[in-house]
C-alpha cells in the first residue's frame, strides 16, 4: 500500500501496516501489552505515537517519520490561538462521519466590527464590548455537555488601519477567545495584527490581489491564513499551490458562502474540495474549511428575521457539508441553539450512543419511603427523567441501569436492558439499605419485563419485591405519583 492510498481514507489503515512500522519488542512501555494492540489503537486514533518511547529512539528515526505521514490527517489540522485559548480545526481524517468518527468540531466565530462604539451611547445600540461578552459568556447544557461559542472576528468596515488596530486592542483586552482578524487589506491587517500577534489569530483573507502581503504577514506571525476564491476552484488551488510554495503551511481555504440562488453553489464547492481531498488524494484540497454564514446579511430588503433565519440554516447546511470554521453574525437564540446543538450531534461519535454514569441518584432530599424509580444510562433519557424530577420537586431515588447508552423502548427490544441487570444493578446501588418499602417503579415502555424482574430480584437475595409499572413518558411521573404513592403494602421482609 503506498502512503497515499494510506491517506486516502483511515479504512485502508490496518492495524498490521502500522504494527511493521513499530519497534515489536512487547515491552509493555506503552501500557499495552504488545506492539499489535498498541497499533490497533493507533489506527483507531485511541493513543498518539509517542506513548511508543522506543519508537522516538534514535534507531527508529526512519520508521517514526513514516509513521508520522501514515497516520497525518488528510485534512490538515490547524491551530488558532495559543495555549489553554486554542482551538484545533480540521484533522478530519475520513469524509464521511459514518466511516469513523469526526474530530476538532466546527469552530464557531462571531463577529464585531472596528466601526462599533466600544459601549453603548443609547438605549439598543450594540457596543462591542457587550458583543464581545455575550459570545464568550454564552452556554447552554444540552443533556449534560455544555455548549459554547469558540471565536471572535474583529471585522474592519472602516478600512481604517488606526481604527482596526484600537478596535482589536479593545477586544483583546475583554476575550481570551481566539481571534479572527478580517480585512483584504494587508496594511490594515498589519495594524491590527501586531497588537495580538502573540495570539496567533486567523487571518482572513489572501485573495489572487493581496497574497504576497498577506503571506509575508502570515509568515513573519506565524499565523494560520484564510485563502479566498470566490466561487472558483481552479484560482483556489492555484493560490494554495503558490502560498505553499512561499511557505505558507497552515491554510484554511474559502470557495465562497453564498445565500440564496448560491446557496447550491456553495454546497457543491465545499463537497468538491472536500471529496478531491479525501477520495481523490488532491494534496492542495487537504485543508480545513471556511464557510461565512454572515453573508447573509448582504441579503438587501429581507426583514432581520429572515437574514437570521437564512444564516442560521446556512450554518447547518455547511456544518454538514464539511466546514471546518464558521463565521456567523446572529446572537439570537433561536439561531445559536440549533447551531450548537446540531454541531454537538454531528461530532458524537456514531458508534458510541451519548452515556451516563449508571448507579444510584438523589433528587431533593429521599428518606426511607421516598419512592425508587428506575430508567437507562442513554443521556439524552436520563436528562429528561432528572429535568422532569427537578421540575416536579419531592425527593426521589433513581437507579440508572447501564444500558450502553440505550434508550428504554430500544434497549427492552435488543436485550440491552433485561430483569437480570435490573436485579443486579439495584442490588448493587445498595439502596435496599436506605429505604424501608420495596417498591420499584419501572418505566411504562420496560412493563414487559415487570414479573421476570421480581423472580430476578428474589434470584440476587431480594424477596419480597414488587414492580411497578410507571407511566410511558417521565413528564407524567408527578400524576403517577400523586394517583399511587405512598403504596397500600409495603412489607419489609
Ligand atoms: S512501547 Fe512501543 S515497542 Fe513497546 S510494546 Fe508499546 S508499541 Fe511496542
Redesign the pocket.
Known sequence: MTEREVKKGVTKLSPIDVYML??????????????M???AKLVNREVTLE?????LKKEHEKAYKKLQETLAPVIRKITIGTGDHSIKIGGKLVMYRHEFTYHNPVALAFDVTDEMPLHARFSGEEALIDRVKRVENFLYNYIGRDLTLDMTAIRSTSNDPTIFKSAVENVAKVTKFPLILCTLDPNVMEAGLVVVQDRRPLLYAATKDNWKSMAELALMYNCPLSVLAPNDLDLLRSLVKTLIEYGVEDLVLDPGTFADEGLSDTVNNFTMIRRNACKGGDDLCGFPLIGTPITAWLGGKDSKETLAWKEAYIAGILMSRYADVLIMHSLDGWVQLPTVIWRFNIYTDPRKPVAVDSGLFTFGKPDEMSPLMLTTNYALTYFTVESDLKKFGGDYYLVVADTEGISVESAVAGRYLTAELIAETVKKSGVAEKIKHKHLIIPGRAARLSGAIEDELKNVGMPGWRIVVGPMDSSGIAKFLDETWPPKEEAKE
Open positions: 513499530l519497534p515489536r519488542t512487547n515491552c509493555e512501555e506503552c501500557g499495552e501489552p504488545n506492539c494492540a498498541f497499533a506513548r511508543c518511547p522506543p519508537i
